[in-house]
């Protein structure tokens, strides 16, 4: 049973990094948690039953277990204190679930293979060999040679690791380790094999680091150390203790980003992660977890020290462990946080680290042996009703995100029946998922909007509007409600209140009021005043549009939509002067042979002759969408909003 345990376990490990399920939304983080975490709860199920056989509890204690249970159990207790939806810490991104996974790895691994070190090791340069050889097939272009396979995956930097930068971390990790087993192996062929396919990794992970180069297909856009400070920083302002929530950065970082973001390329980005995994770690967890992450990394310091001193690197297998540890615990300094390279981590961990077996005897003083064994049963059972119960579960969220991804497929294809019922479906398989709230509160405006658009609306059309509209508005503050520090969440209701202008009485004023809250909660983003200008501007309220644009200028200086539309509404507003000032400010910030450029410079034209036909030069160009003219009634008299799609209260 030992032996299907270690099986298990291996085959979770060489699968992680190869394994992508493109019918999902996520096609490469969610299969990875999904592998890891079956082969753990297999691993899991064969060791309740040997509980059960042997009337005893075997396992082997390490000297890094306190610092990593601490750390996975402040992940926990972080989640479910701070982290506003569950999901985000357990799921998607799902960071707990992850931290609590590699701890899980650690202490199977350190169990099971505390006698076979180097099959561990061969484990995942194994894992690697495969990784770098599916590399260097789609860097051939081989795939694209093969006729129907879908198009991504002809692209030649494509990654089963989600990325280069993952990819690259994770090749030359294990790079040590395919340099430890070649040292030690005594058998040519095993020689030959391990030289060839570390000639095979370090092609690959030279590959990888070539195409993220700047202006590689594989260059990839991280936020700078100076933001992921500052993030931090104000994030521990607002939760010292235990941070923003596990799973919850990408809330930190709409709320705390300084506006000097905006000057960067990636101003539009908004990171799920930050530079670092130990800014990440500090951010979601607080003072505690970082404490705890920084306990644990210097403990490794000293072992390894100590380690050096006493001279107990005596092969080059115990080097190469080494190496590979130092490697990932440098990435966590300068890099952000992948789910590959935690697990490389504690895998590692499990390899260099010194044991001692435990032993605890279930059997009771009995004269029948199955009543001997009965706490042990009863231990194995309450494993198996756990297993099972997280098994459900886990089951439920899959099909759920799956169905979700489906109905995103059918909207494409136009088939709005399918993705309706295929979206009502994933709901309720998960509803604690704000985006599937979000993307069907999407569908019913869309709905109810294609239904407006008939000539002769009937009563039964009307009811049915009505009915689509109040859904959408219901399930845009069902996502609200799951997650009210999203900014997101409160930008998605505010445009389904914007969009039923033409339908609903009094939807403006619920638009205003929910773009203020988005803003709050993304105070330098500048497409969110833009938009809440443009509302104004709709209703004629030209002052506050005015205000909405110009600190929308203020946020992003050099953001020539943000100009163009205050020049709008100066016009609107009769001060032409200052309409001619911004437009002339939109011809420095757009390219001169772009469809914006001539559109601003036709606008320019009519300002400059003072023409009441000035408005004739609006259009949209390539990035400069004015802001749009009060929409027409579509339904008269107007529909009426019940109280229960009023806004949700702002926190």
Not at 453 to 468: V, Y
Request: net charge positive.
């Amino acid at each position: 049973m030992e032996k299907i345990e270690r099986a298990l376990l291996t085959s979770g490990i060489v699968l992680l990094p190869l394994v992508f399920w493109p019918g999902i939304l996520s096609p490469f983080e969610t299969p990875k948690i999904l592998i890891v975490a079956v082969f753990a709860l297999l691993t899991l199920l064969v060791c309740s039953i040997k509980i059960a056989i042997r009337g005893s509890l075997n396992f082997k204690l390490s000297n890094f277990d306190l610092p990593v249970i601490l750390l996975a159990l402040v992940y926990i207790v972080s989640a479910l204190i701070k982290t506003p939806n569950k999901l985000d810490a357990f799921f998607l991104p799902g960071t707990a679930l992850i931290i609590l996974l590699g701890a899980l790895y650690f202490h199977l691994a350190g169990s099971l293979f505390s006698e076979h070190k180097k099959s561990l090791a061969a484990s995942i340069f194994v894992s690697g060999i495969l990784a770098s050889v599916a590399s260097l097939l789609f860097a051939s272009g081989v795939f694209a040679k093969i006729p129907g396979i879908p198009a991504y995956l002809k692209n030649s930097v494509f990654s089963l690791l989600g990325g280069k930068l993952p990819e690259a971390i994770f090749l030359i990790s294990v790079l040590p380790l395919g340099i430890a087993l070649l040292a030690e192996s005594r058998d040519l062929i095993k020689k030959i094999f391990w030289g060839i396919s570390l000639a095979v990794v370090i092609l690959s992970a030279s590959l990888s680091i070539y195409n993220m180069l700047p202006g590689k297909l594989g260059a990839v856009s991280l936020p700078s150390f100076k933001t992921s400070w500052a993030v931090s920083v104000d994030a521990l302002k607002d939760s010292p203790f235990l941070g923003i929530g596990a799973g919850n950065y990408i809330t930190a970082f709409s709320r705390f980003r300084p506006v000097n973001v905006n000057s960067s390329d990636s101003w539009a980005l908004t990171f799920t992660t930050s530079r670092s995994f130990l800014l990440t770690s500090l951010t979601e967890t607080g003072i505690i977890g970082f404490i705890i992450l920084a306990a644990l990394l210097y403990q490794i310091y000293r072992f390894v020290k100590k380690s050096l001193n006493k001279k107990l690197l005596s092969s080059p297998f115990e080097a190469g462990v080494f190496a590979s540890l130092a490697l990932t615990v440098a990435s966590f300094v300068f890099f952000p946080f992948y789910l590959t390279t935690v697990f490389l981590f504690f895998l590692i961990l499990s390899i260099v680290s010194s044991k001692h077996e435990v032993n605890i005897n279930l059997k009771t003083v009995n004269e029948s042996k199955a009543a001997a064994r009965l706490p042990a049963i009863v231990l194995s059972l309450v494993m198996i009703a756990l297993i099972s119960v997280v098994s459900f579960m886990g089951g439920k969220i899959t099909l759920a995100e799956y169905n979700f991804a489906k109905a995103l497929l059918a909207v494409n294809k136009n088939d709005g029946k399918l993705a309706y019922d295929t979206m009502i479906k994933a709901i309720n398989l998960n509803p604690r998922s704000d985006k599937y709230h979000m993307s069907l509160s999407q569908m019913d405006i869309a709905f109810a909007s294609a239904i407006a658009q008939n000539k002769d609306l009937t009563e039964s059309d009307k009811n049915t509007i009505t009915q689509l509209i109040q859904e959408g508005i219901a399930e845009a503050k069902n996502g609200v409600s799951l997650n009210p520090q999203r900014s997101g969440n409160w930008e998605n209701l505010a445009r389904i209140y914007q969009s039923i202008m033409p339908f609903a009485q009094g939807s403006d004023n619920f638009a205003i009021q929910t773009y203020t809250q988005a803003i709050a909660l993304d105070p330098v983003n500048p497409n969110l005043r833009i938009s809440l200008g443009g509302i104004y501007y709709a209703l004629g309220r030209y002052d506050e549009a005015i205000s909405a644009f110009q600190m929308a200028t203020l946020a992003k200086p050099d953001l020539a939509n943000a100009h163009y539309n205050l020049s709008a509404a100066y016009r609107e507003k009769s001060d032409i002067d200052k309409a001619i000032t911004e437009m002339n400010t939109v011809l420095t910030l757009v390219a001169k042979d772009s469809s914006d450029y001539n559109l601003a410079k036709a606008e320019l034209e009519s300002l400059q002759k003072k023409l009441p036909a000035a408005k004739t030069a609006e259009g949209t160009g390539e990035s400069l969408t004015p802001p749009a003219e009060a929409p027409a009634q579509v339904i008269k008299p107007p529909l009426e909003l019940p109280s229960e799609a009023n806004p949700p209260a702002t926190q």
